[in-house]
């Protein structure tokens, strides 16, 4: 199957601080999620992105859908030790498909 | 907000023995249900896709022999590894889809299988 490429692999970061992680495509996608998995358990929903050039914010969270619709950022604003965990994004090509992963980005908050 | 169960959450068993996974959708009807294998540190990599009253779609290199997928109900699918070595040790996660209201899949929370 078909896997979209995370950037970075994982970081390290002080409590307080701003995240930037971004996933890039090939293949254009119609949707782009953001999904944070901790161990042990199934992914979490963060953001859904439906159109080109969507910015969209939940809490400290915001992700955009890149223009081109290969690509898609998320942005974690004041990290706190719960963020911790490994971020995935996904992408759909169209209504009904498949659902495609990222590589992850496993982020490590230091309190 | 909608609601995903996984069944059973860990299995152990012996080589050779064929494990069923339950996926439910507790309070949606889910018309697609997809379903993933996750090793160690690794992404999700999906397997296949189940329709309900339709055969499943599965990834290019995903035995269909060896991962069988039922998903007879709008609300219920299932996946049987069959004849299980230890190579098919693994995290299984199901995630479920309402096709007619293009919302998100939601996961469950996974079946840690471990193949003695």
């Known amino acids: 199957g078909q896997q979209l490429n995370q950037s970075p692999q994982s970081m390290f970061i002080q409590e307080g601080e701003d995240v930037s992680m971004n996933c890039t495509s090939s293949?254009?996608?119609?949707?782009w999620l953001w999904y944070k998995q901790d161990p042990g358990e199934g992914p979490v929903l963060l953001i859904a992105?439906?159109?080109?050039?969507e910015l969209t914010s939940n809490g400290r969270l915001t992700a955009q859908f890149g223009i081109t619709r290969k690509d898609s950022f998320l942005n974690i604003s004041a990290s706190i030790p719960s963020d911790v965990g490994i971020y995935f994004c996904?992408?759909?090509?169209?209504?009904?498909?498949?659902?495609?992963f990222g590589t992850g980005t496993s982020l490590t908050v230091i309190p | 907000g909608a609601v995903v169960s996984q069944h059973p959450s860990w299995v152990i068993c012996k080589s050779g023995t064929s494990v069923k996974i339950e996926c439910r959708s507790l309070?949606?009807?889910?018309?697609?249900m997809f379903w993933y294998r996750q090793f160690p540190k690794q992404s999700l990599m999906l397997m296949a896709t189940s329709n309900e009253g339709s055969k499943a779609t599965y990834e290019q290199g995903v035995e269909k022999d060896k991962f069988l997928i039922n998903h007879a109900s709008l609300t219920l699918s299932t996946l049987t590894v069959t004849s299980a070595h230890p190579e098919d040790s693994s995290f299984y996660i199901c995630s479920a889809y309402d096709v007619g209201k293009n919302q998100p899949q939601h996961f469950g929370d996974g079946t840690r299988l471990s193949i003695l």
């Open positions: 293949s254009i996608f119609n949707t």
């Open positions: 996904a992408g759909q090509r169209n209504t009904g498909n498949q659902f495609y």
């Open positions: 992105l439906y159109k080109a050039g």
């Open positions: 309070d949606f009807q889910a018309t697609t």
